[in-house]
């Protein structure tokens, strides 16, 4: 018969059977951070140290610091790689999973501004024309 040994600060689950020492399963939750602990499981027989390392996995969406950004530019701003807005983003995962990288993936103005990939940093690449477009989104 298995039995569940349930640990609160590890959010550890072990179904253990008494009766022939054996170990069916063991569920983990890492809420999101990296540890590594010891269990210690003892047969009738011997003693086994099974060290666990709970890696983050990519579960967390990240999140932007605002909902929206807005900048006013002359149509004659230059084209640049000087940036005339940063966007920032958190993501509570950690490691590589927690890496963000932007890209611009849709908008009417794909062909105008670039977004550095791993800054955030928004530039012109291309001339503006506000008789053409008054707008970008």
């Known amino acids: 018969m298995y039995s569940v040994i349930y ?11 008494a009766a022939s020492d054996r170990t069916a ?11 590594s602990f ?7 027989m011997s003693l086994v140290q099974v060290t666990v390392t ?7 969406p990240p999140r932007f610091t605002q909902s929206q950004y807005n900048v006013t530019l002359s149509e ?10 940063t966007v920032h983003a958190t993501d509570l995962d950690s490691g590589l999973a927690g890496r963000i990288k932007y890209s611009i993936t849709a908008g009417d103005g794909t062909d105008k501004f670039h977004v550095d990939a ?10 503006l024309d506000y008789e053409s ?5």
């Open 118 to 127: 791993d800054t955030g940093a928004l530039s012109v690449v291309a001339a």
């Open 76 to 85: 004659d701003a230059p084209v640049s790689s000087r940036p005339i807005l």
């Open 25 to 35: 399963a063991i569920r983990l939750n890492d809420f999101g951070h990296l540890f």
């Open 54 to 60: 709970v890696l983050d996995v990519n579960d967390e």
């Open 133 to 137: 477009k008054i707008s970008y989104r």
């Open 7 to 17: 640990h609160q600060s590890f959010n550890i689950a072990i179904l253990f059977d």
């Open 38 to 44: 010891v269990i210690f499981m003892i047969t009738c």
